[in-house]
Nanobody, 124 residues
Framework: QVQLVESGGGLVQAGGSLILSCAAS????????MGWYRQAPGKQRELVAK???????NYADSVMGRFSISRDNTKDMIYLRMDRLRPDDTAVYYC??????????????????WGQGTQVTVSP
């Protein structure tokens, strides 16, 4: 079982910055991709950014140019740097990791893991 633990959330004024961190309980080199999702009250969880094992990144249109995702395989961590935060960025942010497995019982299948979430609140 994999545990993902997020940190770095908090309250910030619009225009400010935060850096979220996600620590994994095992080596992340096999996770592909890893990413950040968020869920605002009354809304569905949505992808914010993801990063593949080779460092390829993808971002939601709403955060393009403001957020930056990175991973450090030596520390088994990923990060989300958030700049020029806006009130509509307010949400619980979740770390996600996916891995492709091939087992005798289940064959080839994808598993994913989630952190418990960290609250980000952006005031006007």
């Amino acid at each position: 079982q994999v545990q993902l633990v997020e940190s770095g959330g908090g309250l910030v004024q619009a225009g400010g910055s935060l850096i979220l961190s996600c620590a994994a309980s095992r080596r992340i080199s096999t996770f592909n991709p890893m990413g950040w999702y968020r869920q605002a009250p009354g809304k569905q969880r949505e992808l914010v950014a993801k990063i593949t094992r080779d460092g390829t990144t993808n971002y939601a249109d709403s955060v393009m140019g403001r957020f930056s995702i990175s991973r450090d395989n030596t520390k088994d961590m990923i990060y989300l740097r958030m700049d020029r935060l806006r009130p509509d960025d307010t949400a619980v942010y979740y770390c996600n990791a996916q891995v492709l497995l091939d087992t005798i019982i289940a064959g080839i299948h994808r598993e994913e893991y989630w952190g418990q979430g960290t609250q980000v609140t952006v005031s006007p």
